[in-house]
């Protein structure tokens, strides 16, 4: 037994591990009803986050490219409308071309008859929204800063042990604490897992033109460079900054990296062909590794892994928020409906459900966007010329080319 005399020793229906973007998420999914949630995290900051109309003047060098299968989902939770007050940037186009040839993919809000393909919204304003949502609601308790250290299944529920001496018990754990999950390992999940051989390097440009809210991705023989559009506020006329997500080989990550800002401008200049002018200035810069991982089972006993905590994919399609999301929604659904049944929280019929509903669907977007990373890493001559045939072809079959967008939006989810 964890939980000894002396400590906390309270109860709950779930513990939410990580109150990152998914964790908050499904926090706000069972805002509000009978259950009693403790939501855990080791940031203390979250509390003290400022209200979501004081606007940074700076971008978050961390941004996510929401679907509109997310942003349907965050319309649902009433906290789109927070969002939108304080700063995002839908997009309208988007241009995909080989940097090694004349191959091409255009895709268009408009050919789908949608407002827009997807919006960019900064991952802090994002979280703000998400937790101004849930203070002051009834049933969720925020453990910040804890970390949990230790767990015991026991035939009723699950223990926890943080670092501070702190234990409480729930019914259900669901791990959303990316893709390091410290749940994940003390729970004994199984996980698959390699190295991309790619770092990611982000931060915010100053560009000469405007992006007219297109994004661009060029792939480039080191790795695929993103530009995604942001704007200062709904009235930006200038439409002159965006989020850059260059996914380079380590050597090239390093080289990039060790370059003053005018010298990595220049870089990014020529790498983006100058598609939007010269780059006039950039933020700070900030580089980490890429893995996948992918955990072999979503559900253990009394514990279920979503988001990273489950899987975590390459982010040129900026797919991996959007699948932690439909993850959210999948698990809080399933949840419920057993409820509504007369089914225990825990009852593994229905945190099957949730892991048939979303395994098969996250492993075939993982499985794309590897095939997809090494399509465009070969550069032997047959294979480009037959890579740039194909995105030539994609680009003129109008349904083909929709299938994948509409995937990427999350509309066939």
């Given amino acids: 037994m964890l939980c000894m005399k002396g400590l906390l020793n309270k109860d709950y ?32 900051s979250l509390l003290t986050l400022p209200a979501i109309k004081e606007k940074s003047p700076r971008f978050d060098p961390r941004v996510s490219a929401l679907s509109m299968a997310s942003r349907n989902i965050l319309e649902e939770l009433g906290v789109w409308s927070n969002i939108m007050d304080e700063r995002l940037c839908g ?69 926890l042990k943080m670092a501070t001496d702190i234990c409480i018990k729930a019914k259900l754990v669901i791990a959303a604490d990316g893709s390091n999950s410290k749940i ?10 390699w190295d991309y051989d790619h770092h990611a390097i982000v931060t915010t440009v100053e560009t000469r033109e405007a992006h007219q809210k297109i994004a661009l991705q060029r ?71 890429l893995k996948q991982r992918h955990a072999l089972e979503y559900v253990k006993g ?22 932690g999301l439909l993850d959210a929604r999948a698990l809080a659904s399933e949840i419920n409906l057993g ?32 095939g997809f990373k090494h399509l465009f890493a070969e550069q032997s001559l047959p294979v480009r010329w037959l890579r740039n045939i194909g995105m030539n072809g994609v680009d003129n079959f109008p349904i083909a080319k929709n299938y994948l967008a509409r995937r990427a939006m999350g509309l066939d989810a």
Avoid at 21 to 37: C, D, E, K
């Fill in 339 to 370: 409820l509504g049944a007369g089914r225990k929280i825990s009852d593994p019929i229905v945190l099957n459900r949730y892991q048939r509903k979303r395994k098969g669907h996250n492993l075939s977007m993982m499985w794309l966007m590897e």
């Fill in 184 to 193: 994940r390992e003390l729970a004994g999940f199984s996980v698959k897992e």
């Fill in 219 to 289: 792939f480039i023989e080191t790795g695929p460079l993103a530009f995604l559009p942001l704007l200062t506020d709904a009235e930006d006329k200038e439409q002159n900054y965006c989020s850059i997500v260059w996914s380079v080989i380590p050597e090239r990550a390093e080289e990039l990296m060790e370059l003053d800002d005018k010298e990595f401008c220049e870089e990014l200049n020529s790498s983006i062909e100058f598609s939007r002018g010269n780059i006039q200035d950039c933020e700070k810069r900030y580089c980490f590794p």
């Fill in 302 to 323: 009394k514990i279920v892994l979503a988001g990273d905590a489950a899987h975590s994919i390459h982010p040129l399609a900026g797919q991996g928020v959007n699948l």
């Fill in 13 to 44: 229906d779930i513990a939410i591990v990580g109150a990152g973007m998914v964790g908050l998420t499904i926090a706000n999914l069972f805002r509000n009803t009978s259950l009693h949630i403790a939501l855990i995290d080791r940031n203390e």
């Fill in 91 to 159: 997009y309208l186009n988007m241009r995909v071309w080989d940097a090694d040839g004349t191959g091409e993919i255009n895709f268009s809000a408009s050919d789908l008859n949608q407002v827009e393909l997807g919006t960019i919204v900064e991952n802090s304003v994002l979280i703000k929204a998400l937790t101004n949502a849930l203070i002051g609601g009834s049933n969720i308790d925020f453990l910040f800063p804890h970390s949990v250290v230790e767990l015991i299944e026991t035939n009723d529920n699950v223990e």
